[in-house]
Structure formats: structure tokens, C-alpha cells
């Protein structure tokens, strides 16, 4: 298995500019979301997805747009990029078992500058 | 609205010594705690993870606890080693979401084990 994979590691956009950061994972994991990190501020959740066609904000979701057409895909769309979206961006997935969520995958992040 | 703050928020010891690092919750209705470690530019990886009905695990020289009632867990890592080096993040998965909404950080703490 690959895990939780994210494309592209780097990114510089400029102001204005759109732009979908990809996630995918192979390990048929019903939960997927999508974090920033930022210095001295953690992850904050932005969206969350608990399988195809469901998706809900999280923490801090403006600006940002999901959709969840497959179990294995998880794209983050910004629409009109900021620079106070400058950030490293983190996706994850997980499963339930027996009922209870488990275990969180990260993937190895996004590093996003805009200009 | 769940807060998890983490002490210290960096902490440097020598090669070999037993050590403690703390996380706290306000909120006590979690599904379950997670700890993570990240290395510097890199992704998270899962290092323990306890359900809200366990006390503690244990993997290898690391053992967690967790105190729902009083909203707190701790990371005790044995004979620390140089590659421990690393920010340990403490994260809470609430029960608002079913269990699957994401999860709430803490800031992390910056652990350095000099040789």
C-alpha cells in the first residue's frame, strides 16, 4: 500500500491564482480530511469527508472547497488563493473499527506559498 | 468548543533519561486520544493510540496514559535516544461528529535528546 499520498509537495502561487491540491489513499479508509499547519497556530481541521459524496467544514473552511466523488480521492480546491493561506497542508484518512474511529494516516504534506 | 494544550512546549535532556510529556483536554467526550510524532518538513506518524474506555498503551519504550474525567494524558518515553529527537503532537477525536469529524491538536512539544 502507498498510504496517504499528496501532490504536489511545493507549490508558489500568486495572489488570486486557483489551484487543487491532490489526495489519495489505497486503503479503502472511509474518513478523509484535510489540515493546515501553521507555526504556532497546529493543525487546524479545514474539511472533513465520511465517504463518497459526504463532505462537512471543519475549523477553518473558508476559502477552501471539497468534494468527494471516490473513496480513494480527496481533492482541497482554492478557489482565489491568499496570502494568509500560505500554510503546509496535511491530509489524513482513517477507518472505524468496531463502530469506533480509529487510527489516523497523514500523508507527507503540501507546502503552499502565495505570493 | 475542545482546547488540548501540551507541556512543556520544548524540552531538551540527555541521551538515556526517562521523560514525561503532558497533553490536557477540556473537553472529556472523546472517542479517543492519539499521539503523533513529526520530524522537521516531514508528515505525522501515529505512535499510540488509546480508546476512551482504556487507561494507558504501551509500544516499545513508550507508554501513554489517559485520565478522561480529568482531561488529561501523558507520554512517558524510556531511556531516551538521540533519534527520539522530534515534536510530539497530542490530538483528541471528539464524539460531536460520531466519531468522524477530525481531530483537535495541541501545539506540540519540541523534544531535543542530546547525545
Known amino acids: 500500500n502507498a498510504g496517504v499520498t499528496q501532490t504536489p509537495k511545493f507549490q508558489v502561487l500568486k495572489t488570486g491564482q486557483s489551484m487543487t491540491l491532490q489526495c489519495a489513499q489505497d486503503m479503502n479508509h472511509e474518513y478523509m480530511s484535510w489540515y493546515r499547519q501553521d507555526p504556532g497556530m497546529g493543525l487546524r481541521l479545514i474539511h472533513y469527508s465520511v465517504g463518497a459524496g459526504i463532505t462537512d467544514q471543519g475549523e477553518v473552511p473558508n476559502g477552501y472547497n471539497v468534494s468527494r466523488s471516490t473513496t480513494e480521492d480527496f481533492p482541497l480546491r482554492l478557489l482565489s488563493a491568499a496570502p494568509s493561506q500560505t500554510s503546509v497542508y496535511f491530509c489524513?484518512?482513517?477507518?472505524?473499527?468496531?463502530?469506533?474511529?480509529?487510527?489516523?494516516?497523514f500523508g507527507p504534506g503540501t507546502r503552499l506559498t502565495v505570493t | 468548543k475542545q482546547e488540548v494544550t501540551q507541556i512543556p512546549a520544548a524540552l531538551s535532556v540527555p541521551e538515556g533519561e526517562n521523560l514525561v510529556l503532558n497533553c490536557s483536554f477540556t473537553d472529556s467526550a472523546i472517542y479517543n486520544l492519539q499521539w503523533f510524532r513529526q520530524d522537521p518538513g516531514k508528515g505525522l506518524t501515529s505512535l499510540l493510540l488509546?480508546?476512551?474506555?482504556?487507561r494507558e498503551q504501551t509500544s516499545g519504550r513508550l507508554n501513554a496514559s489517559l485520565d478522561k474525567s480529568s482531561g488529561r494524558s501523558t507520554l512517558y518515553i524510556a531511556a531516551s535516544q538521540p533519534g527520539d529527537s522530534a515534536t510530539y503532537l497530542c490530538?483528541?477525536?471528539?464524539?460531536?461528529?460520531?466519531?468522524?469529524?477530525?481531530?483537535?491538536f495541541g501545539k506540540g512539544t519540541h523534544l531535543i535528546i542530546q547525545p
Open positions: 488509546i480508546q476512551s474506555s482504556q
Open positions: 489524513a484518512s482513517s477507518y472505524s473499527l468496531r463502530g469506533y474511529p480509529f487510527v489516523e494516516y
Open positions: 490530538a483528541v477525536k471528539g464524539m460531536t461528529g460520531g466519531g468522524a469529524d477530525g481531530l483537535t
